[in-house]
């Protein structure tokens, strides 16, 4: 049975002891409130249903930011400050709130405030993280909850992926553009790599000397490099990349020097190069064109040529969905695709029959009924 206890001159506390369960209580603003709550902490018990509850009551969001901060975060592979935005967004809004008050309504009106400042991608990563943070307090912190509510709020829909890619002749207008850069000597072969290997800017602007091996035509990918470390996006240690003549050759007309040493040593970060490409495609008249479009290039080049298993190799993914949004065809690819499957097209012959049949609708063979 519960007991009921007044606690200052206006709330009541109820406590309940029971044989197998520690003793659970908790004070509310009124006796009729403590009687309802204790009723159905009974019923739960009476049930086999019962779990503690204390500490989704105690914990806020603010404490399991502090606490994924200092267990989690040093363990992460990648950028440290995307991370620290996802904590700072989810505590502004949720830090002083106990876990267990959270509700789908309450991440639903925070979704739809954040769609009016920030894109629908950048939303669903901020619940994804939320999602993930409330499952690391039941994992780790003791958590009860009936569900996660950042799970169960619905996503905003995922944006089109981007599917850019060098049409007629963009290719050697960038190539060109580049030839007469202040940066060639870096820029023409930074540009064949990508091309050629499908790697990340990042990837490419930390790859080594000593990562290339041209005699056996082979690049080893180990990774931007992150806080000292080179770190793969998707958590692996390496991969290989074949390298092709067109890149083995742009490799052989750089300078190497004697010391091995990053390959493309003239751009220190991905941010500082970026403005250096975009300038790059304004010269060569090359409208909405990223680096990274020619990851996308790379892999839809390479799709025809092998099987899903080994392309999801060459791009570092652990997903066939991932790398089927790099495969974008054209209207040329698929036109090549149908010669392959069919051969060549023929020109169909007009029908034989005179022009009064064929006036008429009637030709040779056919029989009016």
Not at 224 to 233: F, S, T, V
């Amino acid at each position: 049975m519960a007991t009921f206890r007044k606690r200052g001159p206006y709330q009541w506390q109820a406590q309940i002891r029971r044989a197998g369960y520690d003793p659970v209580s908790k004070t509310l603003q009124t006796r009729s409130a403590a009687e309802e709550w204790a009723r159905e902490i009974e019923r739960e018990m009476d049930r086999g249903l019962y779990l503690p509850r204390s500490a989704s009551e105690k914990t806020t969001i603010g404490d399991l930011c502090q606490s994924w901060k200092e267990s989690v975060l040093p363990g992460k592979r990648s950028e440290k400050t995307h991370f620290n935005i996802l904590l700072k967004n989810a505590e502004q809004r949720f830090g002083k709130r106990a876990v267990v008050t959270i509700t789908t309504a309450d991440v639903a009106d925070w979704r739809d405030e954040r769609l009016k400042a920030v894109s629908p991608s950048t939303v669903r990563k901020e619940m994804f993280f939320l999602a993930t943070l409330i499952d690391y307090g039941i994992s780790n912190r003791g958590l009860v909850l009936a569900g996660n509510p950042a799970r169960t709020a619905t996503r905003p829909a995922e944006p089109h992926h981007r599917e850019r890619r060098l049409v007629g002749d963009e290719e050697k207008r960038l190539l060109g553009a580049a030839k007469a850069s202040e940066t060639a000597d870096h820029m023409i072969p930074l540009i064949t790599m990508a091309l050629e290997t499908g790697a990340r800017l990042g990837e490419l602007l930390a790859l080594r000397w000593d990562e290339v091996d041209l005699r056996k035509r082979v690049a080893t990918i180990r990774g931007k490099e992150i806080d000292g470390k080179r770190q793969l996006k998707n958590t692996e240690l390496l991969r290989y990349a074949p390298l092709s003549p067109p890149a083995i050759a742009a490799l052989r007309a750089m300078k190497k020097p004697k010391a091995s040493g990053r390959i493309f040593s003239r751009w220190a970060r991905a941010d500082s190069f970026s403005k250096t490409f975009a300038r790059l495609c304004a010269t060569a008249k090359i409208a909405d064109f990223h680096f990274h479009d020619l990851r996308h290039e790379f892999a839809s080049r390479m799709a025809p040529k092998v099987q899903m298993q080994i392309l999801m190799k060459l791009l570092g993914h652990k997903s066939p969905a991932m790398t089927a949004r790099y495969y974008n065809q054209t209207h040329d690819d698929v036109s090549k695709l149908a010669k392959e499957l069919y051969g060549a097209s023929k020109q169909s012959r007009p029908a034989v029959g005179c022009a009064r049949h064929r006036a008429s609708g009637v030709h040779r063979g056919s029989r009016l009924e």
